[in-house]
């Protein structure tokens, strides 16, 4: 590269040595664009030399000064002629140090055996750690089989996980498996004829079925890997027919049987009371309680209480909140939860969480119409009663081998289950992914102890009872509260390190 440095050459009076003449520039002369020395003024320019001064020719030699900078290299005086210098190497930057923990790749699930006859609608994971729901069809012929049974299964599976009615199984999606069983009736519709199960009305608003051969049918076509949690049959009927019992039934062409489907499973799976009063539905029922309402009886149901002071302990931690939605956005659910007259199909001496909910008035799309706080805590006990946080590790717990180099926790659903992990003691990561690596914990020399800990990250909206113990009328199969112990589980693992 070359620059022109004549902002930096300054013309000085130059004395010579008397062999050598020189002249000043003229006015049309250019200064210098480079250091090199200028030529005798004579010979290089064609001006005559001027006859030599006596003074001129008697001095003796001197030191020629030369001009500020011409031998010196100032910092903007790179060599003209030559290449500039290559930058100094840069030193090669090392790999940023390894994270101590990262997410894991969601495990590929194997195929839902549901049986010969079954329909996987929900493939939420291994059998053995899931709620496994199985629906049996009754009324459905072989016409209607593939095509109305499917949409009245579609029907209420889709107010239960895209609703906010339907919460909290929108949450827990991936911790129950659903089957249907596509079983063929002689006939097609509920009254029109033979069908499976022996559908049909079983009193006022209720449906019945035969529940010996639910049973036998269960028992013969379902695989041994398949342990049933939670069973209904849908009947191929728009009446308003429905039961909540170890075996739910609802009506599948029913403009409300996704409803209705909802509700019954309150009763059939979750052990919820009905809400509703004797004289009337939601807020029919009745006011606020206040301080002259009668004490009434306790029974097992968690969702109602005889006690308007206390509500016998089943949902004071709840008093005076106000329930959120779980989808976003947020619009609410049922409001205030306090205590309000009527539930049980009592007008008084009867009282319920909110002013209505779920089991309360199911009808239409209204937020009101979800699970209470009181019942969807519940809900969430029920689920944890079949399932624990953790489906697998690798390596399995115990003493690890030498050449590991991680270990892995698979959870049933990271956004639902959080990981803490310790070393020794020590909390070294909290809601962490579910991989640690072994070359980032810098273990010294010996043994170590290492521990994943996982478990639900409900918040006080959804679960505020976290004793793992009942209300002491809340007993038997009512009692759900105990499952909440589930949601937290360990493994530890002996890490030894040379």
């Given at each position: 590269?070359?620059?022109?440095?004549?902002?930096?050459?300054?013309?000085?009076?130059?004395?010579?040595?008397?062999?050598?003449?020189?002249?000043?520039?003229?006015?049309?002369?250019?200064?210098?664009?480079?250091?090199?020395?200028?030529?005798?003024?004579?010979?290089?320019?064609?001006?005559?030399?001027?006859?030599?001064?006596?003074?001129?020719?008697?001095?003796?030699?001197?030191?020629?000064?030369?001009?500020?900078?011409?031998?010196?290299?100032?910092?903007?005086?790179?060599?003209?002629?030559?290449?500039?210098?290559?930058?100094?190497?840069?030193?090669?930057?090392?790999?940023?140090?390894?994270?101590?923990t990262t997410p894991v790749p969601p495990v590929e699930l194997r195929p839902l055996d549901c049986g010969p006859d079954g329909w996987a609608v929900e493939n939420?994971?291994?059998?053995?750690?899931?709620?496994?729901?199985?629906?049996?069809?009754?009324?459905?012929?072989?016409?209607?089989?593939?095509?109305?049974?499917?949409?009245?299964?579609?029907?209420?599976?889709?107010?239960?996980?895209?609703?906010?009615?339907?919460?909290?199984?929108?949450?827990?999606?991936?911790?129950?498996?659903?089957?249907?069983?596509?079983?063929?009736?002689?006939?097609?519709?509920?009254?029109?004829?033979?069908?499976?199960?022996?559908?049909?009305?079983?009193?006022?608003?209720?449906?019945?079925?035969?529940?010996?051969?639910?049973?036998?049918?269960?028992?013969?076509?379902?695989?041994?890997?398949?342990?049933?949690?939670?069973?209904?049959?849908?009947?191929?009927?728009?009446?308003?027919?429905?039961?909540?019992?170890?075996?739910?039934?609802?009506?599948?062409?029913?403009?409300?049987?996704?409803?209705?489907?909802?509700?019954?499973?309150?009763?059939?799976?979750?052990?919820?009371?009905?809400?509703?009063?004797?004289?009337?539905?939601?807020?029919?029922?009745?006011?606020?309680?206040?301080?002259?309402?009668?004490?009434?009886?306790?029974?097992?149901?968690?969702?109602?209480?005889?006690?308007?002071?206390?509500?016998?302990?089943?949902?004071?931690?709840?008093?005076?909140?106000?329930?959120?939605?779980?989808?976003?956005?947020?619009?609410?659910?049922?409001?205030?939860?306090?205590?309000?007259?009527?539930?049980?199909?009592?007008?008084?001496?009867?009282?319920?969480?909110?002013?209505?909910?779920?089991?309360?008035?199911?009808?239409?799309?209204?937020?009101?119409?979800?699970?209470?706080?009181?019942?969807?805590?519940?809900?969430?006990?029920?689920?944890?009663?079949?399932?624990?946080?953790?489906?697998?590790?690798?390596?399995?717990?115990?003493?690890?081998?030498?050449?590991?180099?991680?270990?892995?926790?698979?959870?049933?659903?990271?956004?639902?289950?959080?990981?803490?992990?310790?070393?020794?003691?020590?909390?070294?990561?909290?809601?962490?992914?579910?991989?640690?690596?072994?070359?980032?914990?810098?273990?010294?020399?010996?043994?170590?102890?290492?521990?994943?800990?996982?478990?639900?990250?409900?918040?006080?909206?959804?679960?505020?009872?976290?004793?793992?113990?009942?209300?002491?009328?809340?007993?038997?199969?009512?009692?759900?509260?105990?499952?909440?112990?589930?949601?937290?589980?360990?493994?530890?693992?002996?890490?030894?390190?040379?």
């Amino acid at each position: 590269m070359k620059r022109r440095l004549s902002s930096l050459l300054i013309p000085v009076a130059v004395l010579v040595p008397s062999e050598l003449s020189c002249s000043s520039a003229g006015p049309d002369s250019e200064v210098p664009s480079g250091p090199e020395p200028a030529p005798p003024s004579g010979a290089a320019s064609g001006v005559p030399e001027a006859p030599a001064t006596p003074a001129e020719t008697e001095m003796p030699a001197a030191e020629v000064p030369t001009a500020a900078g011409a031998g010196e290299r100032l910092p903007d005086d790179i060599a003209l002629d030559e290449p500039e210098p290559a930058p100094p190497e840069q030193p090669t930057p090392s790999a940023p140090p390894a994270e101590l923990t990262t997410p894991v790749p969601p495990v590929e699930l194997r195929p839902l055996d549901c049986g010969p006859d079954g329909w996987a609608v929900e493939n939420a994971g291994p059998p053995s750690n899931r709620v496994n729901y199985v629906i049996l069809a009754d009324g459905y012929d072989a016409t209607s089989v593939n095509t109305t049974l499917e949409e009245h299964v579609r029907f209420a599976l889709d107010r239960r996980f895209n609703h906010e009615s339907g919460e909290p199984y929108g949450r827990y999606r991936k911790f129950v498996n659903i089957c249907v069983m596509k079983v063929v009736s002689q006939t097609n519709g509920i009254g029109n004829g033979p069908t499976a199960f022996d559908g049909g009305n079983g009193g006022d608003r209720l449906a019945r079925v035969n529940n010996q051969k639910v049973n036998a049918y269960l028992d013969a076509n379902l695989p041994e890997t398949l342990e049933v949690d939670w069973r209904a049959v849908v009947l191929n009927q728009a009446l308003w027919e429905n039961t909540g019992a170890a075996t739910m039934l609802w009506s599948g062409a029913n403009r409300d049987a996704p409803g209705a489907a909802l509700h019954e499973g309150g009763h059939g799976f979750h052990q919820l009371a009905d809400e509703y009063c004797a004289t009337g539905t939601g807020a029919r029922c009745g006011p606020a309680a206040g301080d002259g309402d009668p004490v009434g009886d306790e029974f097992a149901e968690v969702n109602s209480s005889g006690d308007p002071a206390t509500t016998g302990g089943k949902w004071d931690l709840w008093l005076g909140s106000v329930q959120k939605g779980l989808k976003v956005p947020d619009q609410g659910a049922t409001g205030v939860q306090g205590v309000f007259s009527g539930s049980r199909y009592l007008d008084t001496g009867q009282y319920r969480p909110t002013s209505n909910s779920m089991m309360n008035s199911l009808f239409g799309d209204n937020v009101n119409t979800s699970f209470n706080s009181v019942s969807r805590e519940q809900m969430i006990f029920s689920i944890w009663r079949a399932v624990r946080p953790i489906d697998s590790t690798d390596p399995p717990g115990g003493v690890v081998a030498p050449e590991a180099t991680s270990l892995t926790v698979h959870v049933v659903d990271p956004a639902v289950i959080d990981i803490d992990w310790e070393i020794d003691g020590t909390l070294v990561a909290e809601k962490a992914g579910g991989r640690l690596n072994l070359a980032a914990a810098a273990l010294t020399p010996g043994n170590h102890t290492i521990v994943a800990r996982a478990y639900d990250n409900a918040t006080e909206d959804l679960v505020r009872s976290r004793s793992g113990e009942c209300p002491d009328d809340v007993t038997g199969r009512y009692c759900h509260a105990t499952a909440w112990l589930n949601s937290m589980q360990a493994v530890e693992w002996t890490v030894t390190t040379p």
